[in-house]
């Protein structure tokens, strides 16, 4: 190596350490969401989790669907505590949180999140910064969601870094789907917008349905979708969820897998250019139930 790329090595390097270790610190929030209920959004946040975490990736999901939380099924876990019980006082994060399998960790979310905004300024700023301590042991933080247009599902997709759109090729999904996208763009909550197809029955259909939605998305509302792939209808699938596995480890050769996999590594190709963090997610969901 002659001196004039010592050199140049050296400042590339000044150059992209700063930017290269901000980016390390702050985790990657990732809100799941469909417009209709019932599209594989647990099984997606469950599978895709392990399938990160494979990959090196620490993973944590919360559990923050406040109706029907069901990611802990999909597990085979049992949580005892929940948010609720931190909120409340009688429990730590460290109590409640899960570890599942693949060296994922569950936070069950429970009516804690919801009593965020109940809490006092100072009481509220000590969870917060609970919270957000757990980026120390997480670089992605994937959020599963009930469905549909709810003031609380919303909140969440417009505090974290990125949303992550599931749809079926039902009509009715996909229109529920744009619906979720329109609010999303014309209410300024998220700009940042993966896409799955899920229950597909080739590459194609999925392509097809994807493209449709992402010429609408970017011709009404100026928004650009990324199609992260699809996911194939799987016998398999159904196999594992009855026995409380995710299929990702349950059948790792099926074909959903596969798909999961792919998925995965084209969520990794993506990275968000300055993800808010933990600290940043838990505030701005804070802030916007305060003013509910
Ligand atoms: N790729 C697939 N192939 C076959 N079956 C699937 C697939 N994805 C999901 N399912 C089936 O659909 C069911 C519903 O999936 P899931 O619970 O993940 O949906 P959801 O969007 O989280 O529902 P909710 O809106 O009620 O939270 C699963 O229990 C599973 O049996
Ligand atoms: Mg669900």
């Known amino acids: 190596m002659d001196q004039a790329e010592r050199l140049r090595q050296l400042v590339w390097k000044q150059q992209t350490a700063p930017t290269v270790l901000k980016a390390k610190n702050k985790s990657r929030v990732i809100t799941v969401t469909s417009g ?9 946040v ?8 494979l990959l090196g990736k620490r993973v944590m999901v919360l559990d923050a669907d406040l109706g029907l939380a069901n990611v802990d099924i999909m597990l085979g876990l049992l949580p005892q505590h929940t948010l609720h019980d931190v909120v409340r006082g009688t429990k ?29 300024e100072k009481q509220r700023k000590a969870l917060i910064d609970k919270l957000a301590a757990l980026e120390e042991s997480a670089d ?33 999904a996909i229109r529920d789907a744009y619906g979720m996208v329109k609010v999303a763009a014309t209410q300024q909550l998220q700009q940042k917008i993966g896409l799955v197809v899920n229950l597909i029955s080739s590459e194609r259909e999925g392509k097809e349905i994807a493209e449709r939605l992402l010429t609408v998305s970017q011709q009404f509302l100026q928004v650009e979708l990324q199609y992260l792939g699809g996911i194939r209808a799987d016998a398999h699938v ?17 074909r959903a897998a596969g798909n999961i996999r792919q ?8 990275p968000p250019e300055q993800p808010r963090g933990f600290s940043g997610f838990f505030n701005r969901l804070a802030q916007l139930w305060d003013k509910v």
Do not use: W
């Not at 469950?46 to 975490?53: H, R, W």
């Not at 159904?238 to 099926?254: D, G, I």
């Not at 998925?263 to 993506?270: E, F, K, R, T, Y």
């Open 36 to 44: 209709k209920g019932g599209v594989g959004k647990t099984s997606l």
């Open 46 to 53: 469950v599978n895709l989790a392990i399938a990160l975490s």
């Open 92 to 120: 730590s994060l460290a109590d409640i949180a899960l570890d599942g399998p693949a060296e994922i960790r569950l936070l069950p979310g429970g009516s804690g999140l919801s009593e965020l905004a109940d809490l006092g």
């Open 140 to 172: 992605i933080l994937l959020i599963d969601t009930g469905a549909g247009l709810s003031r609380t599902v919303l909140s969440f997709v417009a505090a974290a870094d990125e949303m992550l759109l599931i749809t079926t090729p039902e009509p009715t």
């Open 238 to 254: 159904v196999t594992a969820v009855k026995q409380q596995q995710p299929f990702y480890l349950h059948s790792p050769r099926c």
């Open 263 to 270: 998925i995965a590594g084209a969520l990794l190709s993506l």
